[in-house]
């Protein structure tokens, strides 16, 4: 069995948006019990993550990537090359088990979508769910 | 057809513990002959790799690590941001093929999960084939 | 239902190879309309990445990744470590989303393969979807 449903999601530059709640929705949704749930960030400038929701750690993280990919140097790729080079660091997916009805997430788990984009973007994320 | 295990597992603190022959054993209960596998690090402060198992590697590994994401600075998150960024630069999950009844693991493809918290932790793992 | 194929691709040292279109040829011999689709690059020196095929933006991920884990420095692990250490940052597999028939990548997302060998190397990709 499979199922999917579109979130949408406005996320400033160098942001993060919390849709843990709205995918477990979905997985209620679903009615499917145990399987795999795959989400999936369109565009190469984004980024999905399964961390702690804090933000005194997300601006931790940031500064991290601002060290390893810098916003201020230069390079070939015009304009954005940083934000898709966090977007390939990162991933633009992940993929979480679902066992009797529930995302097997850890207290600290929270589901992130991040827009590494140099400007604000909506942004389309795909939940899939495969199971039965 | 979906069928789940959780492996436990201590590690201590930086530490990596090869879980590989015990995914093995759950494909084979499992009775799946074709799909994929997730194994997914329940926690905020864990990671699974698939690479070589060779101690020399895994140093090399941690010392990179330890240059992207010091533990020795000064983070605003208190105790481990250090922790959680590993756990985000690497990811908390992976997802294996499964072809008659065999994880398609390379050579020198092994599964492994990493500490990167502060303390020795026991850290739960859940394994997930879904296919047929 | 599961199906899989493998894609056998030869690539030069810390070249980029683009499998979108054989991947896409794979989805539709599935027959599989809905489910998610798993790319996994077997051999624990090459990585999977979705993201724009721009030249000069590769380019740019190459550098930022020579910054991280220079090939230029003294590794314990004998010839390659770097390699290897790259295939774990960036992860040798990616899961996409099929609906109605379709891999579900945004317009700038193509799948690439990536060799981190010290040498050029033939690469085995195996593509698995599941899904109904």
Known sequence: MTYSETIEVKIKSQDFHDITGEVENIIRKSEIDDGICNIFAIGATGAIVVNENEPMLLEDFRRTLEKISSSKKLYQHIENAHSHIR??????????????????????????????????????????????
């Open 87 to 132: 977007s390939m660091l990162i991933g633009n997916s992940q993929s979480i088990p679902v066992k009797e009805g529930r995302l097997m997430l850890g207290t600290w788990q929270n589901i992130m979508v991040i827009n590494f984009d140099t400007r604000n973007r909506e942004r389309e994320v795909l939940v899939t769910v495969v199971g039965d």
